[in-house]
């Protein structure tokens, strides 16, 4: 499933994703360092790809050859909410 970085909407599975490719609900750059498989923050040019250039800025659109869109998992929504209790439990006051 994609999912773009900053509204957090899936995309369609079939929806492709060029260099200036835009999220249709926010409008965003989706073929950026945030969007990618390779991006961690903390790694070196925080990018796991040893091979690609330097991208000062994340979140616009680039040029990178190596870019794979991020693929996340569906998620059924109970175990979220069984999280998100759990942790209201948690720091519930006495």
């Known amino acids: 499933m994609k999912v ?3 509204c957090r909407k899936e995309l369609a599975d079939d929806f492709f994703v060029g ?8 409008g965003v750059d ?9 991006c961690d923050v903390g790694a070196y040019n925080d ?7 330097r991208v000062l800025d994340k ?3 680039n040029f990178c050859d190596f870019f794979k869109f991020k693929q996340t998992a569906k998620s059924s929504g109970v175990a979220d909410i069984k999280t998100k209790d759990k942790l ?3 720091f519930k006051k006495s």
């Open 4 to 6: 773009c970085h900053k």
């Open 19 to 26: 260099r200036q490719s835009q999220c249709p609900t926010c």
């Open 30 to 38: 989706l073929h950026c360092c945030l969007n990618c498989s390779f």
């Open 47 to 53: 990018c796991h790809e040893p091979q690609a250039e």
């Open 59 to 61: 979140s616009h659109y």
């Open 88 to 90: 209201e439990e948690l």
